[in-house]
């Protein structure tokens, strides 16, 4: 209880005390109202200077009355000279009016009112939001708000929205924007040229309802269920990498497109009560999604091309692997280092090894040592370029440890910079013609060893009768070099008497009448005898 005490004196003619008179009143409400009123104007101070506006009390006729104001907030000339100032006196004549004719709306009307201005201060544009709010009588309340970062940010907002849509616009790729139902709310135009239909049967459509005829990758009819859209919203994740076919009626085509849809959700504001259960279930799509999904980007890309070629490429291999697998040469791949990647079972047979024991060598392992030059200056000439491939014979040691004659087209691959990544070679074996060969030479060498060293006079004749080969004891024999022998016909150095005789039985043996034939004739010396 608070009281205010009242005393006063009683005197005597004398003027000496005789008593005092006191009176109580009860203050204690009246108390509680002026600190709660002190509270209250304290509490209002403080929001005043809490605020980043600048606010005011005017009167009707434009006067200040009263004027708060941060130390931030940048204004026109010195606040603490406005006191008995009119609007007029502090702000240019057009925005002078302006807030003028907000005060007379404001009090008029018993409504706030708001617009925006922008006042150049302290060499810069500066942006700001106006509220007048009737106060009483011819008074009103004038706040105002710095929004220049806000309009900044707006207009920053504005340009790069802009920027995005004439990215959407012209990027290769469909784009189309939906709902949570699956809704069509926006698309470029892209999207409705691959999809081969008008924009009007865009509008507002069920994504998986558009008339459309959709093919799986294997080409058998996409099922509704199955929509890429669809089993986004359902599952709350994204969807990728999805071919589908569509029908283009006009070209009289399917136009095959690469499908990925991203479901976008509703943010979830994290606090620090937020279950981690639930930050769980908003990544993954949980049934129990507290986020639903607030928007589907569909993107899509043609790849029609790339199946088409993706398609040959698939013929193109089996094609390949066919040849590779039956063609009756050996057939090998090698990298840069030398080292088999590959093989076909021919070359496999030929060597004596499997393909998993092959990758582990490399072709010099498998080379005869008196090969390895001959096919290192070769291999120099393809590093070069000089040759895009070259021929030659080689030498493969068997597993069993013999070597095996074959013949090597050894072709180089190249990458577009035109550095070399692999060799693959083509081995035929000779090994039969090569043994042959040696055989042959081996005849050879004994036959002309019989010719040359024979003690009788031996020739080879061409069917003309020219002499092609004589051997010494003939050209002793008939005085001739062998110079002189090969320049002249067997008739040339026969006797005139014998050569009707000659001719004819020569002419029964190369009609096959005959296999050999003897007869006894006359040779004419060089010397004439």
């Not at 200056?377 to 070259?390: D, H, I, N, P």
Request: net charge negative.
């Amino acid at each position: 209880l608070e009281c205010r005490w009242y005393n006063s004196a009683l005197l005597d003619r004398d003027g000496q005390l005789i008593s005092v008179f006191s009176m109580g009143v009860d203050v204690t409400e009246q108390r509680q109202t002026e600190r709660a009123l002190q509270a209250s104007e304290a509490k209002a101070q403080a929001i005043i200077q809490a605020l980043p506006d600048l606010l005011m009390q005017i009167r009707r006729d434009g006067l200040y009355l009263d004027f708060w104001s941060t130390e931030t907030f940048k204004v026109l000339g010195i606040p603490a000279t406005w006191s008995r100032l009119y609007l007029q006196d502090t702000l240019p004549p057009d925005l002078a009016d302006q807030r003028m004719a907000a005060i007379q709306t404001a009090l008029h009307q018993g409504e706030m009112q708001q617009y925006e201005q922008e006042l150049y201060v302290d060499g810069g544009w500066q942006t700001e939001e106006v509220r007048v709010v009737p106060l009483h009588g011819d008074e009103a309340i004038v706040l105002v708000r710095d929004i220049s970062d806000r309009k900044r940010a707006e207009a920053e907002l504005k340009a790069t929205t802009a920027r995005l849509a004439n990215l959407i616009d012209s990027v290769a790729c469909g784009i189309m924007v939906c709902d949570a139902a699956g809704q069509i709310l926006s698309w470029n135009p892209v999207a409705v040229a691959l999809l081969g239909c008008q924009a009007t049967d865009l509008n507002q459509a069920i994504v998986w309802k558009l008339p459309l005829q959709l093919l799986r990758e294997d080409e058998t009819p996409f099922p509704l269920h199955a929509h890429p859209v669809q089993q986004a919203i359902a599952r709350g994740e994204p969807i990728q990498d999805v071919v589908i076919g569509v029908y283009h009626p006009q070209a009289e085509q399917w136009r095959w497109l690469l499908v990925n849809v991203q479901p976008q959700f509703d943010q979830l504001p994290l606090t620090p009560v937020t279950p981690l259960a639930t930050i769980h279930a908003t990544h993954t799509g949980d049934a129990t999604h507290p986020n639903p999904v607030a928007n589907i980007i569909v993107s899509f890309t043609d790849i029609t091309a790339l199946k088409a070629t993706t398609q040959s490429l698939r013929v193109s291999e089996a094609r390949f692997r066919a040849i590779f697998n039956q063609v009756a040469a050996g057939i090998n791949q090698t990298d840069t280092t030398g080292r088999f990647v590959n093989a076909n079972q021919t070359f496999c047979e030929l060597v004596g090894y499997a393909l998993s024991e092959l990758q582990t060598l490399t072709y010099r392992d498998l080379t005869h040592p008196d090969d390895l030059k001959s096919h290192a200056v070769a291999y120099a000439e393809l590093m070069r370029g000089k040759t895009r491939s070259f021929l030659h014979e080689k030498r493969y040691r068997h597993k069993a440890g013999h070597y095996i004659w074959t013949q090597v087209s050894l072709t180089a691959l190249r990458d577009r910079y035109g550095q070399i990544t692999a060799d693959v070679a083509v081995v035929v074996n000779i090994n039969d013609l090569r043994q042959t060969q040696l055989a042959l030479q081996d005849s050879e060498r004994r036959f002309r060893q019989a010719f040359e060293d024979a003690a009788v006079g031996m020739a080879l004749v061409s069917p003309a009768g020219q002499f092609l080969r004589v051997n010494q004891a003939l050209c002793q024999f008939l005085g001739y070099t062998e110079t002189e022998l090969l320049d002249l016909t067997f008739a040339e150095v026969t006797h005139p008497d014998d050569i009707e005789k000659s001719l004819q039985i020569t002419a029964q043996t190369l009609a096959g009448e005959y296999s050999t034939y003897q007869i006894e004739k006359r040779y004419l010396h060089k010397r004439g005898h």
